[in-house]
């Protein structure tokens, strides 16, 4: 039965390592893969990892206390049961004996062993009662650790920049807060206090098996340095393949999810063939990493058996023959044996025990690395209001910006939109066009200058203020799941059916939308597959319509279009930015020539400014990029 559990416990020990080393792999498969330092499963600074994950457990200590205490306690009385039994082997084996020799039967009572019996059970049963205590004090204290770090990185991600999104990749973010916190909340429940538990009860063993018969001690010794040196370097090996595993499926994830997006543009190629060739290949990789993986999983528990098993004979061996000697009782023959039995476990599990830990410690690192992230500038303390209605006056006042502070994009931007005009912002890819926009938005912060709306800096205002004077029509349309009416109605949540409706028809969707089955109320996943760019793009430009804001933002909003429908969209468009300022980027220039001003942006820097006709008439910049599209 002992063997059994051993057995059992290995089995497990192995498996947790085997999904340790894994890593995030099946939570962020449909994602960019990490970069190699973010996916490292050895701690750079464990002392100060360990140390902000105490801190963290701020008011659940206590539990870690009492799971310690109670996984002593289990050790203690593990421990002592061999040592009684030897004992009470030793008694029963005596009555068995004097039984014999008087030619009656053996019967146990109270009084010639029975009660002893009990005390042994006893024993048994408080380990069992302090180890059942542990694990649910423990559990409980992983989980509300685990609830609590969840908690701090869903308020960081609400304060986090917008340079921080465009640094990273959401599998990233998402990753911390789902795989990495799952690993450290396994490895809290299952090897932290297995790592005590291990160490006490090795020591403990030790020491026992010491005190009954040093020479045979010595031979056990012997064999466990040879099994813990072997797991050692097993497990490093493990690491190295889990590495490679890894990387392999990560190869073989992005053939798949690119051979089912592009599907279309594959078949249309005739790269089926092709396709289906790179998916073989990465998947033959995949299976050779694989298989290695596994052959040094699985060889690592019958080795170390191996060796157990060797040295339980060469005990066994010596221990008859003082048993024969009579230098050993029978009690204290088969306590011995208890005591290798109880030793070998924590052989077979410390260094696995040991790398999950790491790999854990990994894992909040990256967490806290999440949570350590530069923050958006606090709102004020005593923001300032634009004064209702607001007009919509913006003007840009020696604008200073740089991604990189060292490596600033605009060095002197001003400019003035008035009231109800349309400005036009054009330029080449990467000309600080929709930098402009951001900055106008807050979505990155000024490095000098000003930007005011009526009159009142924008740094003075809290973020949700200003941004409720906006609405923006991104080039890449975002539909959350849900319904059509839903989706329009985003921005404006009270909003009635008909000012939907109303909101579709401005936008020339509507049509569109009343052939579908459920009208309105047809659902839509959140990336919008089900219908075509355009009619996304539709959708969105809906939504601003419907929430009739001071100032509107287009970024081009026409850009998956047809000509036609951009005309019809663009009338619509002039319609509801009457008497409203507007923002146009745009690269066809035939929608803007009626703006009341067109900035013309080169790395970062207005070159030039005015109508369309004074920018043509000027024969600069915006006149070559005007012939270069009419001509």
Not at 156 to 161: D, N
Not at 294 to 312: E, G, K, M, W, Y
Request: aromatic share 8%; hydrophobic share 45%; glycine share 8%.
């Amino acid at each position: 039965m002992t063997s059994k559990r051993e057995e059992t416990r290995e089995r497990d020990a192995l498996l947790a390592e085997k999904d340790m080393a894994d890593g995030a792999v099946a939570a962020d498969a449909s994602h960019a893969d990490p970069a190699p330092d973010e996916e490292s499963e050895v701690p750079t600074d464990a002392t100060a990892t360990a140390r902000r994950l105490w801190e963290a457990a701020a008011g659940q200590r206590w539990r870690v206390v009492v799971a310690a205490v109670c996984a002593v306690a289990y050790v203690c009385f593990s421990l002592a049961a061999p040592a009684y039994s030897a004992g009470l082997v030793d008694l029963l084996w005596a009555n068995i004996q004097e039984a014999f020799a008087a030619g009656t039967g053996f019967v146990i009572t109270l009084d010639n062993g029975g009660a002893q019996i009990l005390t042994f059970l006893g024993i048994w049963t408080a380990a069992w009662v302090f180890y059942t205590v542990q694990s649910l004090v423990m559990a409980s204290f992983a989980e509300r650790l685990n609830l609590g770090l969840r908690r701090q990185i869903s308020a960081k991600v609400g304060r986090l920049p917008l340079s921080y999104y465009d640094a990273h990749q959401p599998g990233d973010t998402i990753s911390r807060a789902t795989n990495d916190l799952d690993k450290v909340s396994e490895v809290l429940q299952r090897g932290l206090l297995q790592l005590l538990i291990s160490v006490v009860t090795l020591v403990g063993a030790t020491i026992m098996m010491a005190r009954y018969n040093l020479a045979l001690t010595g031979v056990f010794l012997v064999f466990a340095v040879a099994s813990f040196v072997l797991t050692k370097v097993v497990s490093a090996r493990t690491l190295v393949y889990a590495s490679e595993r890894q990387a392999s499926l990560g190869r073989l994830t992005g053939k798949v999810e690119e051979a089912y997006s592009g599907r279309a543009v594959i078949k249309s190629f005739g790269r089926d063939d092709a396709s289906a060739a790179e998916i073989a290949e990465a998947a033959e990789a995949f299976a050779r990493t694989s298989e290695r993986m596994d052959f040094v999983t699985n060889a690592i528990s019958p080795a170390i058996r191996f060796l157990t098993r060797l040295a339980q004979v060469g005990i066994g061996l010596l221990a008859g023959g003082m048993l024969v000697a009579g230098q050993l009782t029978v009690g204290v023959f088969q306590a011995f044996f208890q005591y290798v039995t109880q030793a070998t476990e924590p052989l077979t599990q410390l260094s696995l025990t040991v790398n999950q830990l790491q790999g854990a410690l990994a894992a909040a690192e990256r967490v806290f690395r999440l949570l350590d992230e530069p923050e958006v500038e606090p709102d004020p303390a005593g923001p300032l209001r634009p004064v209702e209605p607001v007009r919509g006056r913006v003007a840009f006042e020696h604008v200073r910006f740089g991604y990189d502070p060292a490596r600033p994009l605009m060095h002197d931007v001003s400019l003035v939109a008035e009231p109800g005009q349309k400005v036009a912002i054009v330029g080449a890819t990467g000309a600080g066009k929709t930098t402009l926009i951001n900055l106008l938005m807050r979505f990155y912060e000024v490095d000098g200058g000003r930007i005011t709306l009526d009159g009142v800096d924008t740094r003075q205002m809290t973020r949700a203020d200003l941004r409720r004077q906006f609405g923006m029509v991104l080039q890449d349309a975002w539909l959350f799941e849900g319904s059509i009416a839903q989706n329009i109605a985003y921005g404006h949540p009270g909003a009635t059916r008909e000012e939907v409706e109303a909101a579709a028809r401005a936008a020339h969707v509507d049509f569109f939308v009343r052939t579908l089955p459920q009208g309105y109320d047809t659902k839509i996943s959140n990336d919008g597959e089900n219908i075509s760019q355009g009619q996304r793009q539709l959708l969105t430009i809906a939504r601003a319509m419907l929430c009739d804001p001071a100032i509107l933002i287009l970024d081009e909003a026409t850009s998956s279009v047809d000509t036609r429908t951009e005309q019809a969209i663009v009338r619509a468009m002039e319609a509801i930015m009457e008497n409203r300022t507007s923002f146009v980027i745009a690269h066809r220039l035939s929608t803007i020539v009626d703006a009341d001003l067109i900035l013309v942006m080169d790395h970062g820097t207005i070159i030039e400014q005015g109508t369309h006709a004074e920018l043509l008439a000027a024969g600069g910049a915006y006149a070559e990029l005007y012939r270069s599209q009419f001509a």
